[in-house]
């Protein structure tokens, strides 16, 4: 079966058994993918990963954008991994594999009889990634859902306003998780390219949400103080929030003292930075009340194009609150290419640019077992 990709890819020859399904497992996988790696997309017959019923919207060949994605560059097969002639098909198909991903109940793939110790019996070399929602010890019941990872995780705790909670705009703990995912496994490769031994890598929302709380989780660890909401304010720094201009919302994010200074003089109001109250960080986080209601009375007398443009200008990091479209024209403007056409699907472009390897877009997202007819056949011939 010949791989899909090229082989100045960086991952050209790796073959990636995709047991994983909805978005941190298969948003991995598609990165590995972009880079070069051979995906074999296992899915449920009749049905496939749940996320291509995920809609509307749907694409014009009626395919559920969520589910395109984050399965570009990728075989589907269909197998019911209950149904023994499936089941060995999988099994050849985890025998071959130089990594797998998946991100069933704990236990469910041991029970199946491909688990990670059960294959590791035959290729002592394969790197075995498994993705969970709460471990696999007394969180294994808990499902894996980005929304409950939120909630639970205490994301949701530090998002919206003091008296209501929010969730994140995205499902953000399933795309850390997946990011985590993918850089265990090129770790884990690096590692076998040097010794030959394989290992389990394990990931879970929990965890890596916890890791991506970043200041907020040192807050607590470091000095016990446990963060709260604050809508759009930062608990750290001012000014770094929400203002209003004239006609729509515009963001200001000045980090330092020196910023701080340029938006007053940007603003003509060299009293507030001859102000005692906001001289420094430490007491303009103290007095950012007052702050805002300074800066609010300045900034609503002129659009937030104009204010983006001067207090850029002035080395002052600013910007209006845009919406999606907005932001992919503002990447387009940049030059930053965000966006690519895969077969004639229109999708995101992978994140990170290679000066001599980039990434590389083959095929859109299949149809379910697109390729099962190959790749039942490729399984069912000895391997070399």
Not at 256 to 280: I, V
């Amino acid at each position: 079966m010949a791989p899909l990709t090229p082989k100045a890819l960086p991952l050209h020859g790796v073959l990636v058994a995709d047991f994983s399904r909805v978005l941190a497992g298969p948003y991995a996988t598609m990165l590995l993918a972009d880079l070069g790696a051979d995906v074999v997309k296992v899915e449920r017959p009749g049905s496939g990963d749940d996320t291509r019923a995920w809609g509307p919207p749907f694409a014009a060949d009626g395919t559920a954008t969520y589910f395109q994605a984050v399965n570009r560059n990728k075989r589907s097969v269909a197998l019911d991994l209950r149904a023994p002639k499936d089941a060995e098909l999988a099994k050849e198909l985890l025998r071959r594999a130089d990594v797998v991903v998946e991100n069933f109940l704990p236990g469910t793939m041991e029970r199946l009889g491909l688990g990670y110790e059960q294959m590791r019996e035959h290729d002592p070399g394969v790197i075995y990634c498994s993705i969970t929602g709460f471990g696999d010890g007394a969180g294994a019941e808990l499902p894996g859902y980005d929304l409950l990872a939120q909630a639970v995780g205490g994301l949701m705790s530090v998002t919206g306003e003091p008296d209501r909670p929010a969730k994140a705009g995205v499902a953000l703990v399933d795309v850390i998780t997946g990011l985590h995912a993918a850089f265990g496994i090129l770790a884990a490769l690096r590692h076998r390219d040097a010794t030959g031994e394989g290992q389990r890598v394990s990931v879970s929302l929990l965890t890596s949400l916890l890791s991506g709380m970043v200041n907020h989780a040192s807050a607590y660890l470091g000095a016990g103080v446990v963060p709260r909401a604050m809508g759009n304010r930062h608990p750290s720094i001012a000014p770094y929030e929400v203002f209003d201009a004239a006609d729509r919302p515009l963001v200001i994010a000045a980090g330092n003292d020196r910023q701080f200074h340029s938006l007053c003089t940007a603003l003509d109001a060299p009293d507030l930075a001859a102000d005692p109250r906001f001289g420094t960080n430490t007491s303009r986080v103290a007095h950012r009340d007052a702050l805002a209601e300074e800066l609010n009375r300045r900034l609503g007398t002129r659009p937030a194009e104009a204010w983006f443009a001067s207090l850029t200008e002035a080395g002052v990091p600013c910007g209006p609150i845009n919406d999606v479209a907005d932001a992919f024209a503002l990447a387009e403007h940049l030059g930053l290419d965000a966006a690519v056409d895969v077969g004639g699907a229109r999708q995101t472009a992978h994140p990170v640019r290679f000066s001599a390897t980039p990434a590389d877009y083959q095929t859109p997202p299949p149809a379910l077992d697109a390729d099962g007819t190959a790749i039942r056949e490729w399984l069912s011939q000895p391997s070399i």
